[in-house]
Nanobody
Framework: QLQLVESGGGLVQPGGSLRLSCAAS????????IGWFRQAPGKEREEVSC????????SYANSVKGRFTISRDNAKNTVYLQMNSLKPEDTSIYYC?????????????????????WGQGTQVTVSS
C-alpha cells in the first residue's frame, strides 16, 4: 500500500519547537517533491513549505519563513519539517503530500492539485 505517514505533532508552548516527519511506505521518495500544508478548523488549507525532488530547492510561506525548515533524507525515505519559535496561530493539522516528478526537478510548487499522495495529518497545538 502506497502511503505517507506524518508523525511528531503534539502540544507545545509558544516559543517551543517540534519536528514533524513524513515517511513514505510502499514507494520511494527519490522522484517526489514534497509539500507540507496545514488546515485549522473553519479555515482553508494553506501551504507551509515544500522541497524539490532534487532536494536543493525549498519554499516557505511568509508566515513561517525564518522559523520552519524543511529537509529530506532519501536514505530514510522521510521528509522533515523543523518548526521553531512556534506561535498559537501555528495550531493546525499538518499534512504532507507528494508530487511525482519525471526527473530530479529543481523546484517545488504550492499548488495543492499537483500533489496526488497525501498523508492523514498530525495535530500541532501551540498553547500555554
Amino acid at each position: 500500500q502506497l502511503q505517507l505517514v506524518e508523525s511528531g505533532g503534539g502540544l507545545v508552548q509558544p516559543g517551543g519547537s517540534l519536528r514533524l516527519s513524513c515517511a513514505a511506505s510502499g514507494f520511494t521518495l527519490d522522484y517526489y517533491a514534497i509539500g507540507w500544508f496545514r488546515q485549522a478548523p473553519g479555515k482553508e488549507r494553506e501551504e507551509v513549505s515544500c522541497i524539490s525532488s532534487s532536494g536543493d530547492s525549498t519554499s516557505y510561506a511568509n508566515s513561517v519563513k525564518g522559523r520552519f525548515t524543511i529537509s529530506r533524507d532519501n536514505a530514510k525515505n522521510t521528509v522533515y519539517l523543523q518548526m521553531n519559535s512556534l506561535k498559537p496561530e501555528d495550531t493546525s493539522i499538518y499534512y504532507c503530500a507528494a508530487e511525482r516528478t519525471l526527473y530530479r526537478r529543481r523546484y517545488c510548487t504550492f499548488t495543492s492539485n499537483a500533489y496526488n499522495k497525501w498523508g492523514q495529518g498530525t495535530q500541532v497545538t501551540v498553547s500555554s
